[in-house]
């Protein structure tokens, strides 16, 4: 099934890639929502869980668990006569305990057993061909019977005998397969005539309801298209469209979801952006990790003097909800995993910062209190990092340490802090106060989140790309809540007019690792 399965997907992926190109230059939310819902559609129809629950044989095993039950209400019903006449066991009250418990366990399981028949009869999976054996049942054992991989044959009668034997053995397994799969094709036949009245109304009664829903909400938004993008097995007929519909609520409720924990901090932040190409800024995000110029940026403002407790923290929330979205981009671009080593780092020095205030174990609210000004804090934090950098540099003897990728994290992270404490330094006005330069600052992580988010549309499609089965369904509901939680940090974005980056093109992607290179001495 499997199998199967994942070739369909791989041809409903190329046709839907042919439409994608044309979201990458810019973000509108209906035509996002519009792309990722075939993904959606294609992701919850080749669920697992749902295919199973609508085959043949997991209905006809409800089917026989439900009889079974009926049974043993008989027999509930039964004892229950029985123990009025007189006489005694030696098990006393726990017989009655032990067959209640069991009654209420057994109620639970027919009432599932219900659900998937007639979840399959609702399907109407096995009507049209009732009596055929689709290949995905008997697939695997036929090619145990006709191969001879792992078996050694010799020229004698023991290895016709081996070979007689094993062709043997999966015939007649193949034959109980055959036998399990027709008979239950034909319990879900005959009970179907049995079920199809509930059914009806059933059916009756959710189009009546969903008439007044539609009514009254407007219609459900639902491009015809989506139905072309279901994943079915050989021998199961279209599924309903009220299926679609479903599943497209489903996803719209996620949506929702996301809009409920929407970042307000950073969407506060991001209006500070005023991202104009400058050489500055330009700089920033040619040369290193987005989140790791983040994660500097906000240790430089974290130290400065004179600043609120109130501000710091702040900035701290918005930061915190901005860089799990910038991870999620840069994971996304950095297809090959080369630059993990420094988002790691990014991540330790953030989580360092965030928890003890500290930046490679320097304190950053108590270790420059001597410093007056702004430039002082700069030059310190320069001098500190080139210390670190430059003290590596001559204690290291591995001649791979020459590749950036290789870099200790702290060494990445003063590399960092001195590249752009030098490049602010070159622009520092005398006249400059503290709050002066905490704005600048937050303009400045405002611009990298805004550089960085830009290309959040294209990763979020890009989570919808997942052909592991049993891990597609769990990916593509993450990306509609991300799409939910950052809509309205999208549109913000967009308002700017914002360039998108050229996601073709790794190098220019992440272009860090030449950068990094660059040593302080330089």
Known sequence: MKRSLKLKYEEKHREALEKEEELVEGFNMADQRRQMMKYWVMAESSCPQFLIARSSVCAASSMITFFFV????????????????PGKTPYGVYTKRIIEIQFYGAGIAVILAMLRWFVTVSFRCSS???????SYWIQTLNDCRNSSTGIKIGPNKWGKGLLDAKWSVLTFCIGVQCFIVLASKTLIFFSSFMVAPFVFCFSQINKFARRHHDASSGGDDVDPNLNSYILLLDGEVDLLTSFVKSMCREADGMIQIGREKKPSNLINLLHKSVYSNSSQITSLVSHDCWTLQVVTLTSIAVALPNISQHQRKQLLRSVSEGLPLAKVVEKTLDT?????SIRNAASSTWVELLVYSKWV??????????????????QELSDKAEEIVMGWKSESLDSNMGNPLNFPARV???????????????????????????????????????ACLT????????????????????????????????????????????????????????????DLAITVGC
């Open 128 to 134: 049209t061909n009732t009596w055929m054996i689709e």
């Open 70 to 85: 009926i049974m043993y209400t008989l027999v509930h019903v039964i004892h229950g006569i029985i123990k009025s006449v």
């Open 336 to 340: 090959n995993a080369k630059l993990k």
């Open 455 to 514: 290309n959040l549309p294209y990763a979020i499609t890009k989570m919808c790309h997942q052909s592991c089965i049993e891990k597609r369904e769990k990916t593509v509901r993450q990306a509609f809540l991300l799409l939910g939680k950052t809509e309205q940090v999208l549109a913000n974005i967009q308002q700017h007019q914002r360039p998108c980056i050229d996601h073709e093109d790794e190098a220019s992607t992440m272009s860090c690792v030449n």
């Open 412 to 450: 990445v992270a003063a590399n960092s802090m001195y590249r752009i404490c030098q490049t602010i330094l070159l622009s520092y006005g005398e006249v400059e106060s503290c709050e002066d330069m905490w704005e600048r600052l937050c303009v400045m992580i405002a611009d990298v989140f805004s």
């Open 361 to 378: 174990q320097i304190d950053l609210t108590s270790g420059f209190l001597w410093c007056r000004n702004c430039e002082q804090v700069l």
